[in-house]
């Protein structure tokens, strides 16, 4: 089965800042990678995803590139701000399968 | 707001009880997810329902239980529980194949 893997598990940095966080997968067969962001007590939310036959994708301060042949995607984030600290949880995805990172803290600084 | 409704959303219960977690998916989803978040923990994959029928079962304790009923909500059975058990239990929904949307979530506290 697939099996995915994130670093870092936490991670700090300064507003304004860019903040990337990586995630490798060992299905090939995977072609689906969301990325989940996750406050305080509140569930993981949706908010950027990628297919196979794409290699990068941006919304606004937020984009995701995905590196088939290496099978790992990342996801950036520009100009974070005190409101992106979060819980973020990559996935892949093969059929009805989906399998998730152990997610990363991040933590952003004012 | 995903659309996918979780009650109750706090429970405190006692050891040795069994307590019931109710799940309305996302209209028009047919897929119906359980997942477990202890303390700083991932997402433990408990279960997946398709369309009444258990499609995938993960790292679920023979001591919990789901099902899906035909119009298509679920519930997530937990017996015998222990202290161990006390963790957010989300639950999720999808069309076939398609992207997972989270419920906010129950958070069970066993004392």
């Known amino acids: 089965g697939e099996n995915v893997e994130q670093h870092p598990s936490t991670l700090s940095v300064q507003e304004g800042d860019s903040a990337v966080i990586k995630c490798t997968y060992s299905d090939s067969a995977s072609n689906y990678f969301p990325w989940y962001k996750q406050e305080l007590g509140k569930g993981p939310q949706l908010i950027i995803d990628i297919r196979s036959n794409v290699g990068e994708k941006k919304d606004q301060r937020i984009a995701v590139t995905l590196n088939k042949t290496a099978k790992h995607f990342s996801l950036h984030i520009t100009e974070t701000q005190p409101e992106d600290s979060a819980v973020y949880f990559c996935a892949a995805m093969e059929g009805n399968d989906m399998r998730f990172g152990a997610g990363t803290r991040l933590t952003v600084k004012p | 707001d995903s659309g996918v409704t979780q009650t109750p959303k706090h429970l405190i219960t006692a050891t040795g009880q069994r307590v019931t977690l109710r799940c309305s998916p996302r209209?028009?989803?047919?897929?119906v997810y359980w997942y477990q978040q202890s303390l700083d923990q991932g997402l433990q994959f408990l279960i997946q329902y398709y369309n009444g029928e258990e499609r995938a079962k993960g790292n679920i304790l023979e001591r919990f239980s789901a099902q899906q009923f035909p119009d298509l909500h679920s519930e997530l059975n937990l017996s015998s529980l222990e202290l161990g058990d006390s963790a957010l239990y989300f639950c999720a929904s999808s069309v076939e194949r398609g992207t997972i949307y989270f419920g906010e979530g129950s958070w069970l506290t066993v004392v």
């Open positions: 209209s028009g989803d047919l897929s």
